[in-house]
């Protein structure tokens, strides 16, 4: 499940990810916010929160996620991943090959300082 945080502001898109991501939670959630985002302000930044209890992503799911960032890898400015999970840093890092913009991996207890990276101009 992916939930859209309040942390969320002009350009910056904070979303957090629970359980297992779904093919629905991009299509019905996270596509369209980062889109309208995108269309509004050109190039974004996203932080990613994994919550504790994330599981991984159903194969629609990294499909969506390939599928956009391919498309829009131009359109990120920012992307901040918050996580404990080594095999999502890991990941984290070789999709930051593909990206324009900057990609940094924060562990939870530095979630604050995550969000105020991705604000700062």
Not at 26 to 39: A, K, N, S, V, W
Not at 54 to 64: K, S
Request: proline share 4%.
């Amino acid at each position: 499940m992916i939930t859209i945080m309040q942390e969320s502001e002009g350009k910056t898109l904070v979303v957090k990810a629970t359980e297992s991501l779904t093919h629905q939670d991009y299509e019905e959630t996270f596509i369209p916010c980062l889109t309208q985002r995108i269309g509004e302000y050109g190039k974004i930044r996203v932080v990613f929160i994994l919550a504790e209890n994330f599981t991984g992503m159903e194969p629609g799911a990294v499909w969506d996620d390939a599928v956009f960032g391919v498309q829009h890898r131009h359109d990120f400015e920012k992307l901040a991943v918050v996580t404990d999970k080594r095999w999502v840093e890991w990941a984290t890092k070789v999709g930051a090959c593909f990206m324009d913009g900057q990609v940094v991996v924060y562990p939870p207890a530095e979630l604050e300082a995550a969000v105020a990276w991705a604000k700062l101009p």
